[in-house]
């Protein structure tokens, strides 16, 4: 299967900054996915990005607070924006293989202090 | 009530036992079934896939989904303390086109020399 990258691996932000996570896949693929994990909380689905529309949001995640980007069929962004300490987690990317199996990259460990 | 219930653990068991992990879940279009393994500072692993009732094996792992009874099961054989993880199941709808994934929240398991 493809291989799947997350750049960075882990941050310590301030409250109220933005960061943006980047998740680079080495083959072309349809479908992107960004998920939260949270502590002691199941993987949670925040948006699946599709290259050349805009991101579709699940309840309970806003555009304005995580903005996706995906300019191509291999390279796709998160954003967290005005960071708060309730956003420290593990955001992790994915994608559909043939099957509908979906690979996660290593995520993103975030602290917010 | 959570779409997925999955016992947090830990699982503690000693190397070459044979390992149970289940979960239950509440929504009937639920048709696709997969197991992750998450080793600590890593994301989930892809070990096993299923769209029927029934079971599927592959090597030492097999899945095992009961539609009637919404229970899906992971059975490890000969463990080794390298299966000492968390192992995370999924499941995802028809109507999602089986790309929305609804996770349990991860039994942690522990295999001892």
Known sequence: SAVISQKPSRDICQRGTSLTIQCQVDSQVTMMFWYRQQPGQSLTLIATANQGSEATYESGFVIDKFPISRPNLTFSTLTVSNMSPEDSSIYLCSFVGGFYEQYFGPGTRLTVT | ?113
């Open chain 2, 1 to 113: 009530q959570k779409e997925v219930e999955q016992d947090p653990g830990p699982l503690s068991v000693p190397e070459g036992a044979i390992v149970s992990l289940n979960c239950t879940y509440s929504n009937s279009a639920f048709q696709y079934f997969m197991w992750y393994r998450q080793y600590s500072r890593k994301g989930p692993e892809l070990l096993m896939y299923t769209y029927s009732s029934g079971n599927k094996e592959d090597g030492r792992f097999t899945a095992q989904v009961d539609k009637s009874s919404k229970y899906i099961s992971l059975f490890i054989r000969d463990s080794q303390p390298s299966d000492s993880a968390t192992y995370l199941c999924a499941t995802a709808a028809v109507n999602t086109g089986f790309q929305k994934l609804v996770f349990g929240t991860g039994t942690r398991l522990l295999v001892s020399p």
